[in-house]
């Protein structure tokens, strides 16, 4: 139930993100065309470093392991007792 939660949240959370991340390329790409927009340009441009960044450090470091413990659980293993054998 908690990994639920917890993937619940990160999905939308790193949803979010992609869609900065993106919406800010995108804004970066076309203010960089006219002429005197360089403030503007590194504005989208920071927001679409940042949301791509955040979106995936979210997907390392939440979605992945959640996914690959319930992927394990099916067959009966922990992850935990994975890395235990290998100790």
């Not at 917890?6 to 390329?25: D, H, K, N, P, Q």
């Not at 927001?47 to 450090?57: H, Y």
């Not at 922990?78 to 100790?87: D, K, P, T």
Request: aromatic letters at 16%; a positive charge.
């Amino acid at each position: 139930m908690p990994d639920s939660v917890v993937l619940l949240a990160a999905g939308i959370f790193t949803s979010i993100c992609l869609l900065a991340g993106g919406f800010g390329m995108y804004r970066a790409v076309k203010i960089a065309r006219r002429n005197d927009s360089e403030l503007s340009m590194v504005f989208w441009s920071v927001l679409a470093v940042g949301g791509l960044s955040f979106a995936g450090m979210c997907i390392a470091y939440f979605i992945v392991p959640i996914i690959s413990n319930k992927f394990f659980e099916l067959f009966g293993y922990s992850v935990i007792q994975l890395f235990s054998y290998s100790l």
